[in-house]
């Protein structure tokens, strides 16, 4: 049982490129989100979906997008890197529904950008 | 100001002693308290979970509402040295913008010496 599934997890990039993180669940979770987390700043979220097709702006989307062609992915991709993205990304899953809304994190992906 | 404050800490103690970790609220639409413990490097898991005002207990841990203060609290009975961990409060509610989103505070490192 896989659960949520992040790649890569340790990452450097340089200023101005781009790249895509990936996460993938398995336990057909119609909400999907992306968070980063920062010493001192406890988990932000980026982006959110409720499912397949829908995505909205969490607390903070400048400088990143999402979609969520499928219920299993939801692929975050920083548009033109810059030192302030430095981070830990988490990806997470849960049910929508407010009664079940455990929400399944991944082990994080590690992104240094110099 | 965010919806959800948490003393970061650190918090240390030694083993045995009882450990309490608070987060307060603004949002009245909040309906679903969680409590996520994150070791170092790995991503939060669920810990306790409750619904509306009131105690839950499991094993040594205890997490009490009290929706009126919009206060929510939980405390570790015999700490442990494997309880060190950070605790992330989290909350969500059942309708509009809060429905399935979860609101997280910035965490409380906790340190448990033998």
């Known amino acids: 049982n896989a659960g949520v599934t992040q790649t890569p997890k340790f990452q450097v990039l340089k200023t101005g490129q781009s790249m895509t993180l990936q996460c993938a669940q398995d336990?057909?979770?119609?909400?999907m989100s992306w968070y980063r987390q920062d010493p001192g700043m406890g988990l932000r979220l980026i982006h959110y979906s409720v499912g397949a097709g829908i995505t909205d702006q969490g607390e903070v989307p400048n400088g990143y997008n999402v979609s969520r062609s499928t219920t299993e992915d939801f692929p975050l991709r920083l548009l033109s890197a810059a030192p302030s993205q430095t981070s830990v990304y988490f990806c997470?899953?849960?049910?929508?529904?407010?009664?079940?809304?455990?929400?399944?994190f991944g082990q994080g992906t590690r992104l240094t950008v110099v | 100001q965010k919806e959800v404050e948490q003393d970061p800490g650190p918090l240390s103690v030694p083993e045995g002693a009882i450990v309490s970790l608070n987060c307060t609220y603004s949002n009245s639409a909040f309906q679903y308290f969680m409590w996520y413990r994150q070791y170092s490097r790995k991503g939060p898991e669920l810990l306790m979970y409750t619904y509306s005002s009131g105690n839950k207990e499991d094993g040594r841990f205890t997490a009490q509402v009290d929706k009126s203060s919009k206060y929510i609290s939980l405390f570790i009975r015999d700490s442990q040295p494997s309880d060190s961990a950070t605790y992330l409060c989290?909350?969500?509610?059942?309708?509009?913008?809060?429905?399935?989103?979860?609101?997280f505070g910035r965490g409380t490192q906790l340190t448990v010496w033998p």
């Open positions: 997470a899953s849960s049910y929508s529904t407010a009664a079940n809304t455990e929400a399944f």
């Open positions: 336990m057909n979770h119609e909400y």
């Open positions: 989290a909350m969500t509610g059942d309708r509009g913008s809060t429905l399935g989103r979860l609101y």
